[in-house]
Nanobody
Framework: QVQLVESGGGLVQPGGSLRLSCATS????????MSWHRQAPGKERELVAR????????NYADSVKGRFTISRDNGKTTVSLQMNNLKPEDTAVYYC?????????WGKGTLVTVSS
């Protein structure tokens, strides 16, 4: 079955960096766009970044543009999110998902806390 497992979350100070990874299995990874979403306490889940099947196209939410970079390794069937210059408002559970504009499968998420 499809499995998406996020890792790399943690506590970081404002201005710091984290790299999230999502290990996948159970589907032909190279055939699917992949996305990262996040959900902050008391807020709705929002799309953060997405990447095409080859990695040639990526989109970002305005709030993270220029600070976050999504990438994928089709050989290792992983998708990553490099997060730089983190801000307290980036605090959220981050989810890996399969798809571009609709998402059928999700990981369980990894918590990112940005605080001094």
């Amino acid at each position: 079955q499809v499995q998406l497992v996020e890792s790399g979350g943690g506590l970081v100070q404002p201005g710091g960096s984290l790299r999230l990874s999502c290990a996948t299995s159970g589907f032909t990874f190279s055939s699917y766009p992949m996305s990262w979403h996040r959900q902050a306490p008391g807020k709705e889940r929002e799309l953060v970044a997405r990447i095409s099947t080859t990695g040639g196209i990526s989109n970002y939410a305005d709030s993270v543009k220029g600070r976050f970079t999504i990438s994928r390794d089709n050989g290792k069937t992983t998708v990553s999110l490099q997060m730089n210059n983190l801000k307290p408002e980036d605090t959220a559970v981050y989810y890996c998902s399969q798809g571009w504009s609709s998402w059928d499968y999700w990981g369980k998420g990894t918590l990112v806390t940005v605080s001094s």
